[in-house]
């Protein structure tokens, strides 16, 4: 009894982990994947979920509404960043990463002065069930579920819309696109918006687990950043699975074996030895194999 | 001959790969220099330790500039190899301070390790031809490892030797235990010369050094390894293809970056006898960014100036209220969309362009 527990404690770890890397990385990985900027305000952006989330749920609005609300609100704010500021950097990768950077520096020490250091944290839903002595959330196992749900959504927008189609063609061959009359310059602040949206509806959902502050999202991002650079953009659906679960294999067996910490360095360290072998991301050399 | 050639290559500190080579510049060189000479018998003892901090700076702020802008590799965790060196220092002196008086070994050990780590990392990045977006990524996600590790270092099991690395208390007097790194200290045979933070000879240090490493710098921008260096941000396939081993040229100026910024780092244990987690973290890596990006990261000038200047404008900010950070985030963001180059670059463009109309 006691291993069995024990067993499902790690299955559960696992896709605990799993829907916690693609969660927070998917909206980072189609803006990457889609217009070559790496949004270092993604946290950001899942901050401004979490606290739409939050000021909603506590306005009386039921809490599947408020995440999407949350969802919304942050990617109508993804579309006017977008079309501010974001556009002006396409083409200069570096002066991309650190304008997004100001703004994310911007925006969190903004929410800190306008909202204070916390705001009020929205409680887990949906209980618990227990194997032998260890009980588990019934939210995580939810999420999991709900991160493949999203994934496979995201892929269906992207493969059977008319806006899927038109955001595929520009990712291919931008001028060739609007050659051929497609208004490339909605569907960048569209795909835009559409992963600051995601950031936002993750923003959301953790917000249900973990306190929220302004430097809220900050937490999520570092491994966000490392599930993207791992599974590179060649296609950003099988490099954002084939990343999320075998980081996410890594980092449990670590967790489970030492402690937190080792689990984040071996992540890194896998990160590391994996560019070395792939510098394109798995995502490259899957596509290579299927060639 | 040989005479010659040494007169030949001095004369590339006025090259033309940095803002300034004609006379106007050479004189506010010469009115700076005067004035940092002369600033001590001038300023009040807290004034000149805050001086002294900010001289501190530059040196980070010349890495940056130095792997960014002129060589095209954007390290958004710069600050990673000041920490490095600022702990490493800090450990090896506090466990070396008694027996051997000085800090010769410390000072070697934190310029040392910085440089190591930059070598592995570098080699494992720019010889896997790692885009530069990843490499700019990964740097910050390293350092915030390091940020995470030592913050959890509070326990009484975490002693190097004789330090105690203390956790976000960090390494020093914060931590509750009596040693903290010393101030550097260098001996010759007798004599001994210590560098107290808040003394007149520790700003004499940091500014000569200051000094010397900014012109040996635009020594070497200007040498035919700096032209390389600028050949490879402009275009890196292209240098490749026309014979240059790019990877090697990258990773040489990545680890000379790295050493430029454990001076930064060295330089601060000694003034504050302090350094904590802090130094890894996300604001510690913005504010180098800030600074060369928004006076001119192309330009070593700008770089130091921006450096020195915006370090002090930040800390007064600070002392005025909460939103230091705010003001900062929005003048980076302000001055990437109105002023891509640089602010300083910028400037001495319209005026260059208003002198040779005349």
């Known amino acids: 009894m006691h291993s069995l527990s024990s067993f499902v404690g790690l299955i559960y770890q696992y896709a605990d982990t799993v829907s916690f890397l693609i969660l927070s990385a998917i909206g980072l990985i189609i803006i990457f994947g889609m217009m070559g900027v790496i949004n270092l305000a993604h946290g950001e952006m899942m901050m401004v979920g979490a606290y739409t989330t939050s000021f909603a749920y506590y306005s009386g609005i039921p809490l599947i509404i408020s995440v999407i609300l949350g969802g919304l609100v942050t990617s109508v704010f993804g579309i006017l960043l977008e079309r501010l500021i974001i556009r002006r950097f396409y083409g200069q990768l570096l002066s991309s990463l650190v304008a997004t950077w100001g703004l994310s520096l911007l925006l969190s020490q903004g929410a800190l002065l306008a909202f204070g250091p916390q705001i009020k944290t929205v409680p887990t839903p949906m209980g618990s069930f227990s194997v032998g002595e260890l009980s588990f959330s019934n939210y995580r196992v939810f999420l999991f579920i709900f991160s493949i749900f999203l994934i496979i959504g995201v892929w269906s927008i992207f493969n059977w819309t008319r806006f899927g189609l038109q955001a595929r063609a520009t990712m291919e061959n931008p001028k060739m696109a609007k050659a051929l009359g497609v208004n490339t310059h909605r569907i960048y602040a569209l795909t835009f918006g559409l992963g600051a949206g995601l950031a936002g509806i993750a923003g959301g959902l953790f917000a249900l687990t973990a306190t929220i502050g302004p430097f809220y999202g900050q937490s999520y991002t570092p491994q966000a950043f490392i599930t993207v650079v791992v599974g590179g953009i060649a296609n950003i659906f099988s490099g954002l699975i084939a990343s999320a679960f075998s980081l996410a294999a890594v980092k449990t067996a670590f967790v489970f074996q030492y402690n937190i910490l080792i689990g984040h360095v071996s992540m890194l360290i896998i990160a590391i030895i994996s560019i070395r072998m792939m510098p394109e991301g798995i995502s490259q050399w899957l596509e290579q194999r299927k060639s | ?358």
């Open chain 2, 1 to 358: 001959m040989s005479q010659i050639k040494i007169l030949r290559s001095l004369s590339n500190i006025n090259g033309k790969n940095d803002l300034g080579n004609n006379y106007i510049f050479w004189f506010f060189f010469f009115l700076l220099l005067l004035l940092g000479l002369f600033s001590p018998l001038i300023l009040s003892r807290y004034q000149l330790l805050n001086l002294s901090n900010h001289i501190t700076n530059i040196f980070l702020g010349l890495s940056l500039c130095l792997i960014w802008g002129y060589c095209g590799i954007l390290s958004l965790g710069q600050s990673l190899f000041l920490g490095l060196g600022g702990y490493t220092y800090g450990i090896v002196g506090i466990n070396l301070i008694e027996t051997h008086g000085n800090t010769h070994v410390a000072l070697l050990m934190g310029i040392i390790v910085p440089i190591f780590t930059a070598f592995v990392l570098g080699y494992l990045m720019f010889f896997a031809r790692l885009k530069g977006v990843y490499v700019a990524i990964l740097m910050l996600v390293v350092s915030l490892l390091f940020e995470t590790f030592l913050n959890q270092t509070a326990g009484p099991g975490w002693f190097v030797g004789e330090a105690h690395l203390g956790g976000n208390n960090g390494l020093g007097r914060f931590s509750g235990v009596i040693r903290e790194p010393p101030s550097l200290i260098f001996s010759f045979r007798e004599n001994t010369i210590e560098f107290v933070g808040s003394s007149i000879q520790f700003y004499y240090l940091c500014f000569g050094l200051a000094l010397i490493t900014f012109l040996a710098l635009r020594l070497l921008v200007n040498s035919s390894f700096g032209y390389k260096m600028i050949a490879i941000r402009e275009d890196i396939d292209r240098t490749e293809a026309l014979g240059h081993n790019i990877k090697l040229i990258q990773l040489i100026i990545f680890c000379v970056g790295a050493g430029l910024a454990s001076m930064s780092g060295i330089l601060y244990v000694s003034w504050g006898n302090f350094i904590t987690p802090d130094t890894f973290g996300v604001y510690n890596n913005i504010l180098p960014v800030i600074w060369v990006a928004v006076a001119g990261r192309k330009s070593l000038t700008a770089a130091l100036l921006g450096s020195f200047f915006i370090s002090w404008i930040s800390q007064w900010l600070n002392e005025q209220g909460d939103y230091a950070l705010v003001a900062l985030g929005a003048i980076l963001l302000s001055s990437m969309l109105f002023a891509p180059e640089g602010v300083i670059v910028k400037i001495t463009q319209k005026f260059s362009v208003k002198l040779s109309k005349q």
